[in-house]
């Protein structure tokens, strides 16, 4: 059974540059949640995804953008790369199971992102 | 005030050591938590639910004081391969999202 699986696993862009991230959920998962994780920081919240909808979003900005496809899998987007973009950018998947309910968060390897 | 708070790290212990990791939480009505472990340049992982009873698994006890607000993990005997970053964790109600502390750093040491 594959986990969650993300590419490309590092990548390097110069300022001003777009890029985009891919995430293949674990098979059964239907919920695709991402993170970005900057040098000696937790991981942040980005945005999750749930039947193709953004369904919730922490305080990033528009340059930030994503998708899901009817697979599950995901893309995250980035425009306008600034220096500070420069972190690691997790994957997480899940099934949800409802409103309120828990929900275990399966995280994959991460893309390392490399802004110039 | 930051919603998840952990001790500053690192901490530098010897084998067989018992340490604890403290972890504060400043949203009330947060009903889920959790403790994760992330071994250097790898994904989070997550170590064990966190319960309002407390809860053992082995050499790890998490305990939950709601009133305070306050989490705990404690590591008894400690391993060489104990040595990661503990992340604490709480999950945001709603659509299961997660918030992590900045994580504590264990080194263990021969």
């Known amino acids: 059974d594959a986990g969650v699986t993300q590419s490309p696993t590092h990548l390097i862009k110069t300022r001003g540059q777009q890029v985009t991230l891919r995430c293949s959920p674990k098979s059964g998962h239907d919920t695709v949640s991402w993170y970005q994780q900057a040098l000696g920081q937790g991981p942040q919240f980005i945005f999750q995804y749930y039947e193709e909808e953004e369904r919730q979003r922490g305080n990033f900005p528009d340059r930030f953008s994503g998708h899901q496809f009817p697979n599950y899998s995901s893309e995250l987007n980035v425009n306008a790369l600034l220096l500070g973009d420069s972190a690691l950018y997790l994957c997480?998947?899940?099934?949800?199971?409802?409103?309120?309910?828990?929900?275990?968060?399966?995280f994959g390897p991460g893309t390392r992102l490399l802004v110039l | 005030r930051k919603e998840v708070e952990q001790d500053p790290g690192p901490f530098n212990v010897p084998e067989g050591a018992t340490v604890a990791f403290n972890c504060t939480y400043s949203?009330?009505?947060?009903?889920?938590f959790f403790w994760y472990r992330q071994d250097c340049r790898k994904e989070p992982k997550l170590l064990m639910s966190?319960?309002?009873s407390g809860n053992e698994d082995g050499r790890f006890t998490a305990q939950l004081n709601r009133a305070s607000q306050y989490i705990s993990l404690l590591i008894r005997d400690s391993k060489l391969s104990d040595s990661a970053t503990y992340l604490c964790v709480v999950l945001n109600s709603g659509y299961s999202t997660l918030t992590f502390g900045k994580g504590t750093m264990l080194l263990v040491s021969p």
């Open positions: 949203n009330s009505a947060s009903q889920s």
């Open positions: 966190v319960y309002s």
């Open positions: 997480a998947s899940s099934f949800y199971l409802g409103a309120d309910r828990q929900e275990t968060q399966y």
